[in-house]
Structure formats: structure tokens, C-alpha cells
């Protein structure tokens, strides 16, 4: 495994593997990498030639400039995991390699960006396209994998990868969860050992409401996640939202769509941690 920081270096040792018709995979990170990214790079391993890892905090997606000082950083833990789970290259560039100047660059994604995620941290999105479509500009990769933890990020990327005609297909994982259902997030270093226990019962929450689907209309089932949250102790419920799994705007009926979805963010203590669930 080569770890690479410029964009130049990147691309000579990949186009040396395009010339040789290999199929390059592509796993973006903004590192502390956990098993859930791990599931990610190994698929991309399995199903490609060869496969790169980004490791790169984006600034420009931080909304919150404390959030983006407080990001963890392994580095070296990184690398270790990385290499055990055979990757190729990692390409681990500067703030200064990726933005030589400030990118004022704005992105349009209709009604996607303007729910959820899009509401409580404004221009986070923006962002993410950003850093994204100057990866995929440095990478040019056949295949890029995305976890589904980050649901509305990766319906984001998706429009974002057709409105620039990458050709490029987005593959999404399923969310990774610690044996006690708790999604697997780099977040979750950020909790003390108190807070780690209450924080299983955000998917614990979400995993019960899908046992009352059958019971409870849309809004029913939404008032009874929020208060449940809220009653949990150490947790404050920030949204959640029931959604189609297409368009991410709120359902009103179980029959509304054949993809359907329920997103929430809560804080446990200062750490904001999202979770999603499929209904349908
Ligand atoms: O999901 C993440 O870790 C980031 O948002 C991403 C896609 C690597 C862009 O910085």
C-alpha cells in the first residue's frame, strides 16, 4: 500500500493501472476509520483492481468550526487498518492540495438539500460536493462506495454524479452497527463511557418503531420516536423525520412510496450522532 498527498503522484500510478484497462475503486474518508469504512474498502477490493482510499477532513463541510477542531485524527491507526484490509493507495492530500484557492463553486440540488441535514447544518452539503467532485476530478474512479449511515448525503452525491454526467457508479453499503445495535460513526470516540450506553438507544428507538409500523399511522409513529428519544436519558432529538427514500421528503401515508425511510439526528451530551432506519 503507497500513501500519496499530491493529486500529480495520484494520478501517475493510476493512470499507469487505467493504461492496463484495470478497474479502479474508490472509498472517500475523512479518516478515524472504524470497521464500518472497513466493510466499505474491503467491497471495494473485492470488486475492483485496484482501490483507493481518501483520508481528508473537508473543511468545507463543517458548518460548526468547533466540530472540524474537535474531528478526531489517527493517521497511523488508519493506515494500519487499511493496509490489513488491502487497499492500494491512500491519498492523504493537504487543505492547500485540494483547495489552492477558496472554492466558490455552488451547488443546486433542488428540494434534497433542503430537509434534514440540509436544514440544521447549512451549507454542509455544498460542501461535501465540493471535496467530492475534486476527488472524483483526482481519482476518476469506475466505482465510488458510500455508506447509507449518511442516507441523505448519499442521495446528494447520487444527483450530484448525474447533474456532472461522472461516469462513475455510486454503490451504496449498508450501515455497520457495534453488536449492540449502535451505528458505527467516528463520532462515537467523542463519547464517554456513560454517554456510549445511552446512545444505543437511538437504534434501539428506531428498531422498535419498525415493529410498530403496523399499528400507528406516519405521524403517530413519528411523535412516538421523538418523545421516546427525548424520555431516554442523556438524549435530545434534534429531528426525525419519516421520508421517501427517493425524493427524502416527508411521506404522509405507509403507502406513499415503495422506498421509505426513517432519518434522525440527536445529540447524546455534545456529540451529534445521525441514524436511519428502512420501512419499506
Ligand atoms: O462521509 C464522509 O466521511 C464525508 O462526508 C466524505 C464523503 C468523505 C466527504 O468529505
Known sequence: MEIISTIRELQERLNTRKRENKIIGFVPTMGALHQGHIELVKRCVAENDTCVVSIFVNPTQFND???????????????????????????????????P???????????????MEGLFRPGHFNGVAQIVSKLFDAVRPDKA?????????????????RKMNYPIEIIPCPIVREPDGLAMSSRNTRLNNEQRKEAVEISGILHKSKK??????????????????????GLKIEYFDVVNGYTLQSISSWEDSDSIVGCAAVFCGNVRLIDNIQYG
Open 101 to 115: 484557492e477558496p472554492d466558490s463553486r455552488q451547488f443546486e440540488f433542488g428540494t434534497l438539500d433542503k430537509v
Open 212 to 233: 410498530l409500523k403496523e399499528q400507528l399511522n406516519v405521524e403517530e409513529l413519528k411523535q412516538w420516536v421523538i418523545t421516546s428519544i427525548n424520555e431516554s436519558p
Open 145 to 161: 462506495y458510500f455508506g447509507e449511515k449518511d442516507f441523505q448525503q448519499l442521495a446528494i452525491i447520487r444527483e450530484m454524479t
Open 65 to 99: 468550526k468547533n466540530d472540524l477542531l474537535k474531528y478526531p485524527r489517527t493517521p497511523d491507526a488508519d493506515c494500519e487498518l487499511l493496509a490489513g484490509a488491502g487497499c492500494n493507495y491512500v491519498f492523504s492530500p493537504s487543505v492547500e492540495e485540494m483547495y
